[in-house]
């Protein structure tokens, strides 16, 4: 199956500074990125939609300024996190879906970035 | 409003046993898609079941099996046998515009199983 690969997995920092989650696809080309946030013992909440080459749409409520996603090249998509505080210590989530696997209408997964704001 | 409702926050079962988890949805979209996700204490979104508003039969895969009832705009997961490996957070989810190029899924709130020994 589609391997999606984040990094870091776990990162602990400093209230006010920015935080980069990569999202990489491994062996498919991603036209299209999810990046999810997930707080303790809740639902995925859906944060942004990125499309290869083009702004990322952002869902009701969610900070364009605060979470920062580029979508550059087919196979990575990044999240960053500025000027992070503690109410944004969450677990984020990437999932990718590609076009060209017709048959694949699942989404296929990183493993997820667990983000601690002291 | 909700578009995808799991009413069990929490569900026990026996070992060896099979096991019902709810879901029920809301979409006026004629072409979607409906999944099943397990999410172990790791983290990961392990991908179990799909099954498309179109599919004529409902979707098995090994002990999974998803019980699609499209007029009641349910899709319950059935787990058969049931592991201790079972145990962990269950997530139904939907795929709205699939005849519309629509990739984005959402999510139910989740159902806690916990398989006893």
């Known amino acids: 199956g589609a391997v999606v690969s984040q990094h870091p997995s776990r990162v602990i920092c400093k209230s006010g500074t920015s935080v980069k989650i990569e999202c990489r696809s491994l062996?498919?080309?991603?036209?299209?990125m999810f990046w999810y946030r997930q707080f303790p013992k809740q639902s995925l909440m859906l944060m942004a939609t990125s499309n290869e080459g083009s702004k990322a749409t952002y869902e009701q409520g969610v900070e364009k300024d605060k979470f920062l996603i580029n979508h550059a090249s087919l196979t990575l998509s990044t999240l960053t996190v500025t000027s992070a505080h503690p109410e944004d210590s969450s677990f984020y989530i990437c999932?990718?879906?590609?076009?060209?696997?017709?048959?694949?209408?699942?989404?296929?997964f990183g493993s997820g970035t667990q983000l601690s704001v002291l | 409003a909700q578009k995808i409702t799991q009413t069990q926050p929490g569900m026990f079962v026996q070992e060896k046993e099979a096991v019902t988890l709810d879901c029920t949805y809301d979409?006026?979209?004629?072409?979607?898609?409906l999944f099943w996700y397990k999410q172990p204490s790791s983290g990961e979104m392990i991908f179990l079941i799909y099954q498309g508003s179109y599919d004529q039969q409902n979707a098995t895969e090994g002990r999974y099996s998803l019980n699609f009832q499209k007029a009641r705009k349910s899709a319950n997961l059935v787990i058969s046998a049931s592991q201790l490996g079972d145990s962990a957070m269950y997530f139904c989810?939907?795929?709205?515009?699939?005849?519309?190029?629509?990739?984005?899924?959402?999510f139910g709130a989740g159902t806690r199983l916990f398989v006893k020994a």
């Open positions: 062996d498919f080309q991603a036209t299209t």
């Open positions: 999932s990718a879906s590609s076009r060209d696997r017709v048959r694949d209408e699942k989404l296929f």
């Open positions: 989810a939907m795929r709205e515009g699939l005849w519309t190029g629509g990739f984005k899924t959402i």
């Open positions: 979409t006026s979209d004629p072409s979607y898609g």
